[in-house]
Structure formats: C-alpha cells, structure tokens
C-alpha cells in the first residue's frame, strides 16, 4: 500500500463557483468560474476546495489558505482568494457539502431488487431501500426516508420522513422513529430488557413487551442498544443526539437535546430531563433521575438521583466543587501523612 | 410525526377472554366475552388489554387499572374488571404475551428463499432461516431453532434446540450452543482473541484457534463480544444471562447463573464461579478467579482474584464494607485537614 | 444438548506428520507416518492433534502431553512423543493451523453470486467476496483480500491486498484500509463523529465530510466503531492493534504499533504516539496528545496529554507512582483518622 491521502473519488464532481452561488445563492468577489471539486475544512484545504469561515476567529486562515474558493459573511474581504458572501456561511457550506458528498447510500432511491419487503409495508414518496435490507409486515415508512444496505427493519414498525438508517442497523418490532431520525451502523433498537425473576437459583426471563419509540431530530451512533420497555416504551425525545456504544436499559426517558457521549450506560428506568449530558464513559444506576440541564463528567458512576443544573463528578459521583475539592486533598495525602508524623515526633519528645 | 403511543398493530389479533382462558387454563370471574387485544402491565394497561397480578403488592392498582381484563391468583376479586384466576398468574399471563406478541421474527418457519445455506448443513424439524441468513458448511442446527435476518453463522458450528438468534448476530466457525440460548442482534460469538507476540517491537498475531461453548439457557444480549479461546474453549455455562455490550475475553469461564450486566468486560483467562453478579461497566483484569456468589459493583475495577461470596466495590475494588468506609472517610478529609490546621496551629502559639 | 468438546468438523482433515513436514520443513524424530487430524496447545492436546514448544519453559509439558506430534527446536529429544525440529517452532505450527483451520469464510475465491457490486468497482486476483455483501461504486480491492458475508463496504473505498473483512462489518464511504488488515465482525468505520453546533438550544449537526485512514497491518477488533474525521481523516498507523468494543472518535490519531484493548474510548482529535497501550475501559478526553510508549492502565481516566514513556493510572490519571502511593495512603485513612482522634484526645487532657 503506497499510503496517500488521495480519495478514490477525488474530482469526480466539479462545479464551477458561480454554479455553487446558482445552488446556494450569495454573491461571489474574485473570479467565478474557478472549477470546484470538493470540500474541506479552511485548515485543510488544497487546490479546487472550497471552504467556509463563520467565525471572526478562523478570518486569519483566509491568508494562508489553499481553497480555490471560500464561503463567508458578507463583510468580508479578500485579495487571493475568490469569496462567496452570504448571510450565513456556515448553512450555506452545508449545502455545497451535500453536493460533493452525497452520502454513501448505495440506493439512493427505490427499492433495490434484493430487499426483501413483507406483507402490507407502506412506503413513502422517494424511500429509499437497499440491498438486502429486510422490513417486516405492516411496517409504515416515512417520505425521502433511506433504509441502507443488510439493515433489518422487524414488523410493526413506523418510521417518519426524511430519516436515514445506515447499513446493518436492527430495528426490532414495533418501535417508532420520528422525522429527520438519524440511525448508524450496528445499532440495534429493541432489543429484549435484562429482565429475570430469579427461583430457586435458576434466572427465568420475564418477556419485555413494550417498545421503542424515538422522537423527532435524534441522531443514534454506531454499534448503541436500547432496549425495549419491558411492558412501557423506552422513550428518547426530540433533538436528543447520541454517540456511539452507548446502553440505553428498558423503561429509560431521556429528554429533549441530550447529549449521551461513546460509552455511557444508562440502568433500567432512570429518567433524564431535558438538555442533560453525559460525558464519555458515564454510567448510571437504574431507577433515578436526572434534572434537567444536569452534566456528569467522563467516567463518573452516578448512584442516586441529581437535582436540576447540577454538575456531577466522580465514583461515586459528586457536585463538581465537593469532589474537586476531595481530589485536591487527597493528592496532598503525603503531606498530611508526614506532616502528622512529624508533629507527633515533636510532641513526643 | 405525530407523537403517538399508537403501534402500527395495535388490533390486529384480538381473542375473548374465555378463549385465553382455552389457551391458559384457570376460572373466569365476571364478563367472560370481554375483547383482548393486547397485553400491558398493569398500571399501564388501557382498554382491550389484559394484564396480571402475582404479587400482593400490586393488588391495589386492581382497583384503578384499565385493563379490560387481569389474570390473579385464586383467591382475588374484583368489582369492576373481569377474572382470569389461575395458579400461577405470573406463567400464565407469559403464554398470553406470546400470543398477542409473537416475537418479531420475519420467518417463523422454513428457510427463506434468499437464505444461502453450505454444503452438508442439518437443519432440526421447524427451524426457521429468515432472509439473508448465510449458515457455514457442515452446521447443524436443533428443532424449532430461529435463526434471524442477516444473521451469518459459521462453518461447524452447532446450535441446540429452541434456541433464537436475533438479526445482524454473527457466529463464527465451530462455535457451540446449546439449547434453548438467544442471541440478541449485533452480537459477535467467536471472534478471534487480542493475542499477539511482540517481536522488535512489532506485534505478530497469536492464532486464535480454540471455539466458544455455550451452553442451555444463556441469554446474550445486543452487540455483545466473545472471542475464542486460543486453543481450548470460551466457556459460558447454563444459564448464564449476559447484557449489551458486554466483552468476554479468549479462554474466559463464565459460571451458572452469572449474570453479567452490560458494558462490563472481563479479560483473557479469567474464570468466574456459580452465581456471580457483574454490575455495570465492571472491569475484570485477566487470569483471575472469582468464587461463587461473588458480587462486582457497578464499575469496580477487579485486579486480583476474589473469594466466593464476597461483594466488592472501587477502583481498584475492595470489598465493600472495607470500600465503603474509605469513601466516607475521603469525604471527611476537608474535616481533617482544617481539624489538623487548627491543632498545629494552637500547639505553635 | 449433551454438553460435549466434540466439534462438528472434528477429524475432517487428515495428514501424516511426514507430510506436514514437506509443508513447513523441518527434521522429524520419532514415527513419521503419525496421523494428525488437528492442532492444539501442548497442555489441551488430545490424541490426533499436533502441538508445539517455542518457549524453553513449556518443555516440561512435553513429558505429559497427549499430543500425537510436538514442533519443537532442534535440541529437543522425547521418548514418548514424535517430534518435528525446526529452527522457529512457532512459525512452523503457526504454518500447520492454517491447513487444519482455514478460517471459516463462507466464500474463498470469487464473488458469491448474491453478493451486489456497484459500477467500476475493481477487484484484485484472488479476491473473495461473501454471500449478501455489498460493494459501492468506484471501490478498489487488492489482491487476494477476503469480504466476508453480510458486509457492506460503502463507495469510493479502497482496500489493499491480503487484508480480511469478517462478517457484518460496515465500513463507510471514502474509507482507505491498507494491506493485511483485519476487521473483526459488528465494526462500524466511517460513522459520522459526534459534532453539534448548538443554536437556541438546539444541537444542529455538523457534516462529518473527512474519512478515515487505517495503514497496513493494523487488526481490529469486533463492535469497534471508528468514527470519520470532520475534514480531515481519522487515522490509524501501521501495525496497531484495536480490541473489541473500542470507541475512536473523529479525528483521532493513533500511532504505529499501539495497543488498545477492550472497551477502551479516545475522545476527538486526540493523538497517540508510537507504541502506546490503553488497557482495558482507558478512556482519554480529546484534544490532548500521548507520547510514543505511554501506558494507560485499566479503567484510567486521562484527562490531559501525557508525556512519553510514562504509565499514567487511576481517575484522573497521574503518573503511576503517584498514583500507588496515594492508593496506599487512602488505605491507611483508617488508621490517620484514629491516630489524629487519640492525639487530639490526648492532647486535651
């Protein structure tokens, strides 16, 4: 492998600058027909980039840049470089991001010959299905929404308009995705809760019948599980974004705008207001809750409800301040030990 | 999207009362033509469904719940919601569950057309092969067994009987389960163990040679992994029940009856005992043993080898009551240190 | 079940030790015309199987053994046992496990026919691709590179030569994997990173346009997920070796030869020299940098960049001499509490 940074795809689009003002609108400074043919960031850029800067504090990189062209504000200037200014760069750019990386779907409309769709499904305007995704019987899905490649969709489901489900995903029976429902690779939603009464021993299961339901504008990483409610529904609300290997138990609410980071694991019931984070690594015990706007650092195991607006640290965790405070103390440890040992060798004397 | 509780099958199988009474057995007590179609616990059941009651404590929510109709022990009445008394209401209102919620399965019988199955593969009466299940050469699989979607199960494996593996799980060669096992989606059994022989400086593969050996009634959850053993076996014994995410080493021995809850992760060796309780996130280092009834709190960090019966808790865990104390005792510290401030201080002047 | 070590491919093959020579070289001692039907570790050897001693310590096994053959060095005598002397028994028998274990792909050579391939996609000699696995457009694979069952392998990849895909692996659009690499089943490379600009409350997501780059040599593990870069690449250098259930966020740099075991998460744009080891469940924030040969110990917590050759342990990390004696000194809080109580007391009277 010679290792080059060279895409397999580089200069497969091209547009020139004004074509990209034609889509995203915005007025151009400096030459408008320079050939476009990807996208990157102002740091990263090289020839027949374009970029963005929104932010007064990256204006600097636009002397030292290497795009052929960059998106900004309309107040600002540039003698190298050709500019589109437009009220609000940072939309803009995504938009021309959506041209030059339309996303890897490999059906991108349609429902591709090697899907397997079972009785009474429904599908929306411009669904999208792709090789051997499966989808079970009754099964409603939403306008523009795409079901990538080896995913699973199981029976009863309902899924909104505009969500995308990224290949090898399963989706269990019965769970309902909202609008704009983003879902990534290797993540399984509905899956059975850990659910056992213990007899004599012998760990028997007690069936979950409940379901997922997720609502509006969540984005769910790679490779996370949430659990169906065992009689309930496991319930995420809207604009709540989760990253990847994230646990979510039977019976969990998690409010609106979360932010769940990798590796955080959240116990069976536990509820959590709106606006809560969970920072990577974090764990939660089962059966509390969590205020809104609550944040619990990395790595943290929380052990019994946290009030609203608080920032919790530690194992067990604490209010930021107390533990702080703990940690300072104990790192002076050897100086208490030895100082103690000294003032009782005075004292002894 | 609507956000409604609404499922897209809500309805579609409905039975009378007395016709689960058929199915089930017990004595009906009021209304015996009342409608079911469905099943929910009993604080959230609503019209049409039925639910149960086994514990005495729950008796009280008999007085308001919805549920058109609620299976009880013998000696229970109700003014206003119609009987089903059983013996045992806890099993009888399962056999009901499975009726109204099959279970999700796309194929519950037979092998599926898009199914590749190897040269030389046994199949038991009533298996089911669900679309795109890819079964190795020489593997045989037991009565009744599920084996979902997009699920691949290697070459030389066996399956037991009534056993169900979920979508998107893969089996990889010669691997072992018994009967009665489920698989949870995403789920990899069999992948090779982290085993490398580092020679000036470069890390040579190990070959990982051995298989995994699961036996009757363990329940694996969603994106689970367990890895070979070098050369001998993995070993999950019965009844063994192990939650998402979790990670198990090559060469690791898992106990009856452990339940391992998820994300916790075990190295290379260790073996565990009967009845051993893996909380959340729990991390056990290689090569140890812990004993039977052996407790882990959630996200200890084990570092050496516990005697059975014995809780511990922390990082690095100790058992509790000894852990416990130190954390109080760390909580005291700002205590401490201003009680040991003022002592030096009255003891100079 | 009957619970049995009995696999079902048990005795498939069959060579004489003679002809076991003409394949790995090496000088035979004792019956030549042995049969051998597998291999195992020289403890777990039962008859039939060949084993091997490349480490002086294991030789005493040699005297207890069941194998039916044993690579050893050329000094090596045995009464009992045929013997093969060559000059790197662990090389030699590395050689025999790959005719006795083959690996347990679905598919060796050629494109299984259910498999779907995008337009200009380019296959190298020799190359494998499993039943249901997906290629986009414009991919690239090297020579005698395996894409096993069920894998979805996005468009604009590249993938070089004598590398292995398992199962069920889904690896995104615009992703370059060098040569001899393996992804283990349920890994997710080319997920979007966890990016959000929050506006109002709201948490809009930032397009993940960059891709991820893995060079020659690196293993991956099962259910590992490697997110894209932003604009940039995720990167991971020659001959890492990444665990099972591993979270790497965008833009993360990993360096030649690390270790990253199970569980372990590395937060975005943070960078790993050469050689680095996390161990089981590290987690690192991001934007903080390891030198080459750092340690993270199991269940560590780092919280800010580490210099090289340092073993940092704990949460948060120090450096692990600090880090002991402090654990050391919190176990004595017992004994400092009660010494401070009856010095006090004393003192009072």
């Given amino acids: 492998m010679t290792p080059t940074q060279k895409r397999a795809d580089e200069g497969v689009r091209s547009l020139k600058l004004k074509e990209i003002a034609d889509l995203v609108g915005g007025e151009i400074v400096g030459q408008a027909d320079v050939p476009i043919t990807g996208v990157a960031g102002i740091k990263e850029a090289k020839k027949g980039d374009i970029s963005f800067v929104s932010n007064a504090k990256y204006l600097p990189f636009l002397l030292e840049t290497q ?10 200037t540039s003698d190298r470089t050709p500019l589109l200014r437009t009220a609000n760069p940072s939309q803009a750019f995504t938009k021309v ?16 010959p090697t899907a397997v769709l079972g ?14 995704a499966v989808i079970g019987d009754r ?12 995913t699973f969709v199981g029976p009863s489901c309902r899924i909104g308009s505009d969500s995308r489900v990224y290949p090898n995903v399963t989706i269990r029976e019965e769970t309902v995705l909202g609008d704009r429902v983003i879902v990534h690779s290797g ?14 021993g012998v760990h028997v299961k007690i069936p979950q019948t409940g379901s997922v339901f997720i609502e509006d504008d969540v984005e769910i990483g790679a490779n996370v599980c949430i659990d169906r409610g065992r009689f309930q529904r496991t319930w995420i609300k809207k604009g709540a974004k989760i990253d990847n290997l994230v646990q979510i138990a039977h ?3 998690i409010g609106e705008n979360a932010l769940l980071v990798s590796q955080s694991g959240i116990s069976g019931s536990t509820e959590l207001g709106k606006n809560v984070v969970l920072a990577g690594q974090a764990g939660l015990v089962g059966h509390i809750t969590l205020g809104d706007n609550v944040i619990v650092c990395a790595g943290a195991g929380v052990t019994k409800s946290v009030p609203a607006d608080t920032i919790v640290l530690g194992q067990p965790a604490k209010p930021i301040g ?12 050897p100086d208490l030990f030895r100082d ?9 004397k």
Same sequence: chains 1, 2, 3.
Avoid at 139 to 150: F, K, L, P, Q, S
Avoid at 322 to 333: D, V
Avoid at 340 to 348: H, R, V
């Fill in 67 to 76: 795009a052929s062209a960059v998106i900004t504000a309309p107040d600002v």
């Fill in 97 to 112: 991001i959506s041209f030059f990386k339309p996303g890897g779907a490999y059906q991108t409309e349609g429902v591709h």
């Fill in 119 to 132: 009785k009474g499904v429904t599908l929306g305007r411009g669904v999208a299905v792709g090789p051997h």
């Fill in 139 to 150: 099964t409603v899905i939403g306008d523009r929404t795409v079901i990538e490649a080896n």
């Fill in 187 to 200: 993540t399984v939603i509905g899956s059975d809760g850990f659910g056992y009464d213990t007899v004599a």
């Fill in 251 to 253: 019976n969990v609410v």
């Fill in 322 to 333: 107390e533990q702080k405070r703990l940690f300072a103390l104990i790192a002076r440890l």
């Fill in 340 to 348: 103690f040992a000294d003032l009782k060798k005075k004292l002894e």
